[in-house]
């Protein structure tokens, strides 16, 4: 029986695989054939910045880990492949969108997310103005901003989280993936880890409020909304105005050589009066008369309009590249857009195993670098420390001039 729920679990596994569909997949393993595919675009001139294919200098090898990498600091980057057969809708489906980049220039200042479009996208003019799905991915600059973006385009609007969603900020590969989900839901993986999830509803703006304020309702002239009134029996004490707020210090005394003539009167320091306990204030007691915070009436939002599917995009055509970067240096590799979160986990596992080998590398090289930092230093002191023990002594001019008198008292 136990085999048999085994070969059960894989049959319905393989099923799951097979009805899956995958809309897009790019790994760049035919070198300059991704050329055929994607297209630059021209929308910023010579500001554009250029692709060129790269495994970067660390990584878990040489051809499986080409990507596209930006060559130039100060560009914008904006490129777009079609896919082979647009995906018409995706109601009733889960949409994953994954990808991978690495930032091995440590990214100071810009971009590196990717962008969903419809089919019908002019990938020659394609920029920062040209109308997406989905915008997903890391953006770092400074110290203030780093953070996954989660956006989506709703009726014309372009949607952000609510949430803050961190990003990596190192110099390795990093997979990000996004599943939307036909239940109105979301989940974003770091290299297939859940670091954030959520309602669709909750966590971003589709949708009017259903409720809005009467601009008719008017707080009434005799509403009492102070909860807390003065105790009209509480009186100020008798004198309670004559304390006053410093008095000497009872404890500091004339110094013994003070001259009244020619220092004047001595005064003792003032100190805070340790009996003034300020302006006095009447007790406070809850007022009869409040009724409470005053609201006003809410009425049906005619603004509000129902929608069940908040998930479903419409028509995806296209995905691409559209980012500025101050310095230049990113890879991005492994682009996938799929309907299963099982395929998508695969295809990451796979790529996790380069990623440990890149991380090793990574990480002897920059041990080799502090130990040869080290060594530097080391050997600049030694350098220095032999080099002041070589120049001569400096004769002490103090011991000349002490010698002087001597000479000239044995002359």
């Known amino acids: ?29 035919d070198g300059d054939g991704y050329k055929s595919r994607w297209v630059e675009s021209k929308w910023k001139g010579k500001d554009q910045g250029p ?3 790269s495994a970067g200098t660390y990584n878990g090898d040489q051809e499986l880990d080409k990507g596209l990498k930006t060559m130039e600091d100060y560009r914008w980057y904006d490129i777009s492949a079609k896919f ?31 962008k969903l479009f419809g089919s019908d996208i002019n990938q020659e003019e394609m920029g920062g103005e040209t109308d997406y799905k989905i915008m997903f991915g890391p953006d770092i600059c400074g110290t203030s901003t780093k953070k996954t973006h989660v956006i989506f ?18 110099e390795l590969s990093h997979i990000y993936t996004l599943v939307l989900r036909p239940d109105n839901t979301y989940e974003v993986f770091i290299d297939w880890k859940s670091v954030e999830k959520g309602d669709l509803y909750e966590d971003f703006d589709f949708l009017e409020p259903k409720k809005i304020r009467d601009p008719e309702s008017i707080k009434p002239k005799d509403w009492v909304d102070e909860a807390e009134i003065d105790d009209p029996e509480d009186k100020k004490p008798d004198g309670y105005d004559d304390i006053p707020k410093q008095i000497a210090d009872p404890e500091a005394k004339q110094p013994e050589d003070w001259d009244e003539d020619s220092d004047g009167t001595w005064e003792a320091p ?47 055509g296209a995905i691409g590249i559209e980012v500025w970067q101050v ?38 090289a920059d041990e ?44």
């Open 51 to 53: 692709f060129e294919l």
């Open 327 to 364: 310095k230049a240096g990113s890879i991005y590799d492994n682009l996938l857009v799929c309907d299963s979160e099982e395929i998508a986990k695969a295809r990451a596992e796979k790529i996790q195993e380069r990623m440990a080998i890149e991380k090793t590398l990574k990480t002897r």
């Open 84 to 114: 082979p057969t647009p995906l018409e809708t995706n109601k009733d489906k889960t949409l994953v969108l994954q990808y991978s980049v690495k930032h091995e220039q440590k990214l100071d200042c810009g971009g590196g997310y990717i």
């Open 368 to 411: 080799d670098a502090r130990k040869a930092a080290e060594e530097e230093r080391k050997k600049r002191e030694a350098e220095e420390a032999a080099k002041k023990k070589d120049e001569p002594e400096e004769e002490d001019d103090d011991d000349e001039e002490d010698d002087e008198p001597k000479k000239k008292e044995d002359l």
């Open 1 to 29: 029986m136990a085999r048999m729920s085994v070969l059960t679990a894989l049959a319905l596994l393989l099923v799951a695989f097979v009805a899956a569909d995958v809309f897009f997949e790019e790994t760049f393993e």
């Open 270 to 316: 003032m100190i805070d009066n340790p009996e003034y306990k300020g302006p006095w204030k009447a007790k406070k007691i809850p007022n009869p008369a409040y009724k409470g915070k005053w609201e006003p009436n809410m009425i049906p939002n005619p603004a509000f309009v129902d929608d069940k599917e908040v998930y479903v995009l419409g028509e995806i």
């Open 153 to 170: 385009t709703y009726k014309g609007k372009n949607l952000l989280t609510k949430k803050d969603i961190k990003c990596e900020t190192d």
